[in-house]
């Protein structure tokens, strides 16, 4: 399975600021997603990041708030923009080498918002 | 609307002590049915994916199962090692070309010695 990495593990950020989370996979990947995992919650897709074109965004989740880039294969960013409390959580990226193929996931952004 | 639910939330087991976590999932055409470990402060690792009715699969001391309402993940003879949560997560009909995954709400299993 692929290795990834993410970036920042985690940060402490102030209200009304944007974090810009990356993460890097080892090797060429078909699809890439990012969740968030609210505290004591499960998995919650946020969108789905299609490399040369906008991301496909989950019902609830907008592209002003969670901008996401993919340039390549391999990499991707999620922007958490104008944050608040609410937005504490984990997020996670996944990847997949096809829509109906398991999901390896990286080890996690911990973001708390004071 | 797609639904998983996980059954117990928490589970403590005594090491050696067999038991099975549950989950129920209503959706429309299932795609995948994928079972997860999460560790604390980690992501989720990757165990079984499932695809029909009757299949089977086994890692170690985990064993999953599926039918067309539920799935088991049946952990035997268990051990400190083996306390996590515990992930299920489907893969509807619908979402076959995005690759959506719904997640329930996990079983945190605690084994202790």
């Known amino acids: 399975s692929a290795v990834i990495s993410q970036k920042p593990s985690r940060d402490i950020c102030q209200r009304g600021t944007s974090l810009t989370i990356q993460c890097q996979v080892d090797s060429q990947v078909t699809m890439m997603f990012w969740y968030r995992q609210q505290p004591g919650q499960s998995l919650t897709l946020i969108a789905t990041a299609n490399q040369g074109s906008e991301a496909t965004y989950e019902s609830g989740f907008v592209i002003d708030k969670f901008p996401i880039s993919r340039p390549n294969l391999t990499f991707s960013t999620l922007t958490v923009s104008n944050m608040s409390p609410e937005d504490s959580s984990i997020y996670l990226c996944?990847?997949?080498?096809?829509?109906?193929?398991?999901?390896?996931f990286g080890p996690g952004t911990r973001l708390t918002v004071t | 609307e797609d639904q998983v639910t996980q059954s117990p939330e928490a589970l403590r087991l005594q090491e050696g002590e067999s038991s099975s976590l549950n989950c129920s999932y209503t959706v429309s055409g299932l795609r995948g049915l994928f079972w997860y470990r999460q560790d604390p402060g980690k992501g989720p690792e990757f165990l079984f994916t499932l695809y029909s009715a009757g299949e089977e699969k086994e890692k170690e001391r985990l064993k999953a199962t599926l039918t067309k309402k539920e799935s088991f993940l049946h952990i035997t003879a268990p051990k400190p090692e083996d306390s996590a949560t515990y992930l299920c997560?489907?893969?509807?009909?619908?979402?076959?070309?995005?690759?959506?995954?719904?997640f329930g709400q996990g079983t945190t299993l605690q084994v202790k010695p």
């Open positions: 996944s990847v997949a080498q096809g829509a109906s193929y398991e999901q390896y």
């Open positions: 997560a489907v893969q509807a009909g619908s979402s076959s070309n995005t690759g959506k995954l719904i």
